[in-house]
């Protein structure tokens, strides 16, 4: 499948963009659509024929829950109805992505626990197929709720569920706001495209002059760690680097291609890294995956009956507030582990999700006590020190699950831990090689390049977190200067991106 840096890509965009604006309006979402399938049939047409199976699955169970809504006028039977279509739908749709994604995962640790030596599956897992599903899903669950109206025409639903410049690593999608934009008509508009073609710039610069020159050093340091047992925190710092100026990246690309067409896509990051807790760092990562599981897990878990026949017996044996509050982190647990089953087939995971999960409800049943030692210190909220001092105590903890993140499995990432607090030699940093012909000729440069690019992207989000209207103010300059920074950026990409090679691909594509 075309990478979105590739050249193929982005004459896809140019033709699709140039003649979306040319046709009559009212096929403008079937232009869309056209361009969605041959993009997605690029990666192959068995790969689609899953794409197929999760639309038309969805959109027949959608029909069919309108249809039981209207049809039934007995509320007990509509709902038994209702809910017999929905756990239908879910069924095909998450078991097809439990199957492909994760029966190896189950097959190596059957062969763990047991001894045992059942081969592997060779199974064929769809780019983008996370996406896509939780997507689809929750539409279906949206209707569920009655929270939106199923739509009748098979080919205009085929359009939510394939955007292509989403469909591989997102954002998630709501039905109410996509689909809305993707079936009206749009038209040329000349202030729009110039940000967009901006923001799709800025984009690939964090792609591949930082984190294409970052992921050198992550592959060398994570891939041996303990010849580079000294580099452990630079390791995590490095990834941290290369994943947000990756995906964050990406989203700008995402974002910046569908406002080419009029469509406003929701945010997907909000400049997590001056986050002051680690609830927080997630309400600004991947934002569309953290509404998802919010909507769609965190709150049917949390109402459910169980829970609150678990919150009764937990009041009484622990106390009100306590027992108020161990229901809301047993169902925060559940979520990151759904979480981290949703990142990979693989322990290290499961371990990302569940630290992030354990630290997130232990600071729920900390609360009031932290409160109480702040009121003893006299620390206020409102303090700067404080708050820089929430900014780096939460940086630590995403760099500590790092490790499970990128590490090979779970051995490496607390090994790798245990370097971080015993062994620490930053000049070793300066023997990695650039490339086998160059050896570590370049290595100083590149380092460079990663810094101030960083420095960049820090300004840039430095800036916007204070509120200052960047956009506002580029409109506001002098077309010279505008031209000026397009032809800085356009420059800067193969100057300093790409290194030891072609770019390589969106880590979350891989999703």
Same mark, same amino acid.
């Given at each position: 499948?075309?990478?979105? #840096?590739?050249?193929?890509?982005?004459?896809?965009?140019?033709?699709?963009?140039?003649?979306?604006?040319?046709?009559?309006?009212?096929?403008?979402?079937?232009?869309?659509?056209?361009?969605?399938?041959?993009?997605?049939?690029?990666?192959?047409?068995?790969?689609?024929? +899953?794409?197929?199976?999760?639309?038309?699955?969805?959109?027949?169970?959608?029909?069919?829950?309108?249809?039981?809504?209207?049809?039934?006028?007995?509320?007990?039977?509509?709902?038994?109805?209702?809910?017999?279509?929905?756990?239908?739908?879910?069924?095909?749709?998450?078991?097809?992505?439990?199957?492909?994604?994760?029966?190896?995962?189950?097959?190596?640790?059957?062969?763990?626990?047991?001894?045992?030596?059942?081969?592997? *599956?060779?199974?064929?897992?769809?780019?983008?197929?996370?996406?896509?599903?939780?997507?689809?899903?929750?539409?279906?669950?949206?209707?569920?709720?009655?929270?939106?109206?199923?739509?009748?025409?098979?080919?205009?639903?085929?359009? %939510?569920?394939?955007?292509?410049?989403?469909?591989?690593?997102?954002?998630?999608?709501?039905?109410?706001?996509?689909?809305?934009?993707?079936?009206?008509?749009?038209?040329?508009?000349?202030?729009?495209?110039?940000?967009?073609?901006?923001?799709?710039?800025?984009?690939?610069?964090?792609?591949?002059?930082?984190?294409?020159?970052?992921?050198?050093?992550?592959?060398?340091?994570?891939?041996?760690?303990? *010849? @580079?047992?000294?580099?452990?925190?630079?390791?995590?710092?490095?990834?941290?680097?290369?994943?947000?100026?990756?995906?964050?990246?990406?989203? $700008?690309?995402?974002?910046?291609?569908?406002?080419? %067409?009029?469509?406003?896509? $929701?945010?997907?990051?909000?400049?997590?890294?001056?986050?002051?807790?680690?609830?927080?760092?997630?309400?600004?990562?991947?934002?569309?995956?953290?509404?998802?599981?919010?909507?769609?897990?965190?709150?049917?878990?949390?109402?459910?009956?169980?829970?609150?026949?678990?919150?009764?017996?937990?009041?009484?044996?622990?106390?009100?507030?306590?027992?108020?509050?161990?229901?809301?982190?047993?169902?925060?647990?559940?979520?990151?582990?759904?979480?981290? #089953?949703?990142?990979?087939?693989?322990?290290?995971?499961?371990?990302?999700?569940? @630290?992030?999960?354990?630290?997130?409800?232990?600071?729920?049943?900390?609360?009031?006590?932290?409160?109480?030692?702040?009121?003893?210190?006299?620390?206020?909220?409102?303090?700067?020190? +404080?708050?820089?001092?929430?900014?780096?105590?939460? %940086?630590?903890?995403?760099? #500590?699950?790092?490790?499970? $993140?990128?590490?090979? $499995?779970?051995?490496?990432?607390?090994?790798?831990?245990?370097?971080?607090?015993?062994? %620490?030699?930053?000049?070793?940093?300066?023997?990695?090689?650039?490339?086998?012909?160059?050896?570590?000729? @370049?290595?100083? #440069?590149?380092?460079?390049?990663?810094?101030?690019?960083?420095?960049?992207?820090?300004?840039?989000?430095?800036?916007?977190?204070?509120?200052?209207?960047?956009?506002?103010?580029?409109?506001?300059?002098?077309?010279?200067?505008?031209?000026?920074?397009?032809?800085?950026?356009?420059?800067?990409?193969?100057?300093?991106?790409?290194?030891?090679?072609?770019?390589?691909?969106?880590? @979350?594509?891989?999703?």
């Amino acid at each position: 499948m075309m990478s979105l #840096i590739s050249m193929e890509f982005l004459l896809l965009v140019l033709v699709a963009a140039a003649g979306y604006y040319l046709i009559p309006k009212k096929f403008q979402w079937v232009w869309l659509l056209v361009f969605s399938y041959i993009y997605y049939v690029t990666g192959g047409v068995k790969v689609t024929c +899953f794409l197929v199976f999760t639309t038309v699955t969805t959109w027949m169970a959608g029909v069919l829950l309108e249809k039981v809504a209207q049809a039934e006028q007995d509320r007990f039977v509509c709902r038994r109805k209702k809910r017999q279509v929905l756990v239908t739908a879910l069924l095909l749709n998450f078991g097809m992505l439990a199957v492909l994604k994760y029966s190896n995962f189950a097959i190596r640790t059957v062969n763990m626990v047991f001894g045992s030596s059942q081969g592997e *599956l060779d199974l064929l897992l769809p780019l983008g197929i996370s996406f896509y599903t939780f997507q689809s899903m929750g539409y279906i669950l949206d209707l569920y709720w009655e929270r939106t109206k199923a739509e009748h025409n098979l080919f205009r639903f085929a359009l %939510f569920v394939s955007f292509f410049p989403q469909i591989l690593q997102g954002p998630i999608g709501r039905f109410e706001r996509l689909g809305t934009q993707l079936f009206a008509s749009h038209s040329f508009d000349g202030r729009r495209i110039e940000l967009s073609l901006l923001r799709i710039l800025w984009g690939y610069f964090k792609k591949m002059v930082i984190a294409d020159n970052a992921v050198i050093f992550v592959d060398a340091i994570f891939e041996d760690p303990t *010849l @580079y047992s000294g580099l452990a925190i630079a390791g995590a710092l490095a990834y941290s680097i290369q994943l947000y100026c990756d995906f964050s990246g990406g989203m $700008d690309v995402v974002i910046g291609i569908a406002g080419l %067409f009029g469509i406003e896509m $929701d945010e997907n990051f909000k400049r997590p890294y001056f986050a002051v807790s680690i609830t927080d760092f997630w309400h600004r990562w991947h934002i569309t995956l953290g509404t998802w599981m919010k909507d769609y897990v965190f709150y049917p878990v949390s109402l459910s009956g169980w829970m609150r026949h678990f919150s009764k017996f937990a009041k009484k044996v622990f106390g009100k507030q306590t027992g108020r509050v161990l229901p809301i982190c047993l169902a925060n647990i559940i979520v990151f582990l759904v979480v981290g #089953i949703w990142h990979g087939a693989a322990w290290k995971f499961i371990f990302y999700g569940m @630290y992030n999960g354990l630290i997130i409800a232990f600071s729920g049943l900390m609360a009031p006590r932290y409160r109480k030692w702040k009121q003893a210190l006299h620390i206020s909220d409102n303090s700067k020190g +404080f708050h820089l001092f929430q900014i780096l105590r939460t %940086f630590l903890l995403v760099n #500590i699950s790092w490790f499970f $993140d990128r590490a090979y $499995d779970v051995e490496s990432a607390f090994r790798m831990m245990k370097y971080a607090v015993t062994r %620490f030699d930053l000049s070793q940093i300066l023997t990695i090689q650039i490339g086998e012909a160059s050896g570590t000729t @370049y290595t100083f #440069i590149f380092l460079m390049v990663i810094l101030l690019g960083c420095l960049a992207v820090f300004i840039v989000s430095l800036l916007m977190e204070q509120g200052r209207d960047l956009e506002g103010f580029y409109v506001k300059q002098h077309w010279i200067l505008k031209c000026m920074l397009f032809a800085g950026l356009i420059l800067l990409l193969p100057a300093l991106g790409q290194p030891a090679g072609e770019a390589g691909g969106f880590i @979350y594509a891989q999703f």
